[in-house]
């Protein structure tokens, strides 16, 4: 098999051992054993809990990842091929990727969603906070996409886990509050929903810390980037964009410093 083949699998087979190890090992927990009679999913949810993940969840979280896997030339898949056409190693490509996902307007949108509803607290506090939001034009996180100007088409199906896992254990709310904002943004501003909106309750529902939210997007986008790579290194050439200068017009007197 050829040798970055080979890698794009390890490297889909692994982060996610890394991200669950990586919390485990953070609170001083023992490292559950690797096994392989999970799949992807069922895999994170054991190393993470060292408990046998529930069937519900595991599908859940499957989804998800199906979900996120691969998006287009979003920021961070640009960023693997920029970083790939230079003819630079899968690992230093996938990095990149990783760097552009930790932003917050990227991969962090769902993260930010979970500390809003947080900072709100209750379904009875939504429509000032909303109100007030809009007042400072502050953005509200996980609303509208620079592509998608109708609904999200991911959107629903996270939307229905979501209601789903807040039946289960008890707790609406949380939906409750997003779905209230949800309305409020479609009405106000014509603005719809997106991935990132849903999957925050998603993963809070399934017990998984904020702070892991960016780094589970990053192990299904993995196979998406990987996947990008190995397309753009078949038939590569480099990124080379052009720049338009849009600055003061040619032959602009400029006032020598001494005399200012």
Same mark, same amino acid.
Do not use: C
């Given at each position: 098999?050829? /040798? ?26 023992? $490292?559950? @054993? #690797?096994?392989?009679?999970? +799949?992807?999913?069922?895999?994170? $949810?054991?190393? !993470? ?11 859940? $979280?499957?989804?998800?990842?199906? $979900? ?5 030339? +979003? ?18 490509? *996938?990095?990149?990727?990783? =760097?552009?996902?930790? =932003?917050?307007?990227?991969? %962090? ?6 500390? !809003?509803?947080?900072?709100? =607290? ?7 906070? &909303?109100? /007030? ?7 509200? !996180?996980? &609303? ?18 979501? #209601? ?5 254990? %008890?707790? @609406? ?7 209230? #904002? ?9 603005? +719809? ?13 399934? %017990? ?15 196979? =998406? ?10 038939? +590569? ?8 200068? *849009?600055?003061?017009? *040619?032959?602009?007197?400029? *006032? ?5």
């Amino acid at each position: 098999m050829p /040798e970055n083949n080979q890698i794009a699998i390890q490297l889909v087979a692994q982060i996610g051992i890394i991200a669950a190890y990586f919390h485990r090992a953070r609170l001083g927990l023992p $490292l559950p @054993a #690797i096994r392989t009679d999970l +799949n992807e999913a069922a895999h994170f $949810l054991w190393l !993470m809990t060292g408990q046998e993940p529930s069937k519900e969840a595991t599908q859940t $979280l499957d989804v998800a990842y199906v $979900l996120h896997a691969e998006h287009g030339f +979003n920021a961070s898949t640009f960023t693997a091929r920029v970083v790939a056409s230079t003819l630079s190693d899968m690992y230093s490509s *996938v990095s990149a990727a990783i =760097g552009a996902l930790k =932003g917050p307007l990227h991969g %962090g949108a769902n993260e930010g969603v979970i500390h !809003m509803l947080e900072e709100i =607290g209750s379904p009875a506090k939504v429509d000032p906070w &909303i109100d /007030e939001a809009l007042a400072q034009k502050k953005k509200i !996180m996980g &609303i509208g996409h620079r592509v998608y100007k109708v609904l999200d088409p991911r959107a629903p199906h996270l939307k229905a886990m979501a #209601i789903k896992l807040s039946e289960q254990l %008890g707790e @609406a709310k949380w939906i409750q509050m997003s779905e209230r #904002i949800a309305t409020i943004m479609k009405e106000r501003k014509g603005l +719809n929903a997106n991935v990132d909106f849903y999957s925050a309750t998603v993963y809070y529902s399934l %017990g998984i810390p904020t702070d892991l939210f960016t780094p589970i997007f990053a192990i299904s986008r993995t196979s =998406g980037w990987t996947a990008h790579i190995l397309e753009q290194l078949a038939d +590569n050439r480099l990124f080379r964009p052009l720049s338009e200068y *849009v600055g003061p017009e *040619v032959g602009k007197k400029v *006032v020598p410093i001494d005399q200012r």
